[in-house]
T-cell receptor, first 111, second 113 residues
Framework: DAKTTQPNSMESNEEEPVHLPCNHS???????IHWYRQLPSQGPEYVIH???SNVNNRMASLAIAEDRKSSTLILHRATLRDAAVYYC????????????FGPGTRLSVLP | DTEVTQTPKHLVMGMTNKKSLKCEQH?????MYWYKQKAKKPPELMFV???????INESVPSRFSPECPNSSLLNLHLHALQPEDSALYLC????????????FGPGTRLTVL
């Protein structure tokens, strides 16, 4: 399985944009890039996913490098509620692999 | 209804007890999962059910016994657990298309004395 690496922790100020990086240099052509987050005392929740093109939804944007070896999750205006552990996960869409969670990035949002 | 429910929220059990965790979803998802999460660690996959059949067992000890009685329910039967089994147990479900997201429940916090 292709691996991902993320910073252990990041800090952001409230109402400022946050860019959470993820490196996945061994990504294969059929791997989708998924982002989940886990708020304190809750189960993980889906944030966004993409394959090659940048993606936007109501929660965030996903910017994927042209060579697909890295991606960045963008929260446009961080709120206190966005404080969570963010997981970047690769999943092969053709082989139906299961999600393998890495350590993730713990995001702190300062008021 | 886009919710996965888990009961109980908390469970304390002795090493000789038998207990069960329950997970329920009504989204029509045919893939259901059990994960184990220790404090400050990522979730680790334990079992996967696809169309009510066990498709993956990630070398989990036999003291954990999963059961999928129908397409909406997933149980995890616990027997003779050890203190190191204390963790948050998460259930998740997913639509069967490869691109579908997983929906997670809030988890059951298990303490083994």
């Amino acid at each position: 399985d292709a691996k991902t690496t993320q910073p252990n922790s990041m800090e952001s100020n409230e109402e400022e944009p946050v860019h959470l990086p993820c490196n996945h240099s061994t990504i294969s052509g059929t791997d989708y890039i998924h982002w989940y987050r886990q708020l304190p005392s809750q189960g993980p929740e889906y944030v966004i996913h993409g394959l090659t093109s940048n993606v936007n939804n109501r929660m965030a944007s996903l910017a994927i490098a042209e060579d697909r070896k890295s991606s960045t999750l963008i929260l446009h205006r961080a709120t206190l509620r966005d404080a969570a552990v963010y997981y970047c996960i690769l999943r092969d869409g053709t082989r139906g692999q299961n999600f393998v969670f890495g350590p993730g990035t713990r995001l702190s949002v300062l008021p | 209804d886009t919710e996965v429910t888990q009961t109980p929220k908390h469970l304390v059990m002795g090493m000789t007890n038998k207990k069960s965790l329950k997970c329920e979803q009504h989204m029509g998802h045919r893939a259901m999962y059990w994960y184990k999460q220790k404090a400050k660690k990522p979730p680790e996959l334990m079992f996967v059910y696809s169309y009510e059949k066990l498709s993956i067992n990630e070398s989990v000890p036999s003291r954990f016994s999963p059961e999928c009685p129908n397409s909406s329910l997933l149980n995890l039967h616990l027997h003779a657990l050890q203190p190191e089994d204390s963790a948050l147990y998460l259930c998740a479900s997913r639509g069967i298309s490869s691109y579908n997201e997983q929906f997670f429940g809030p988890g059951t916090r298990l303490t083994v004395l």
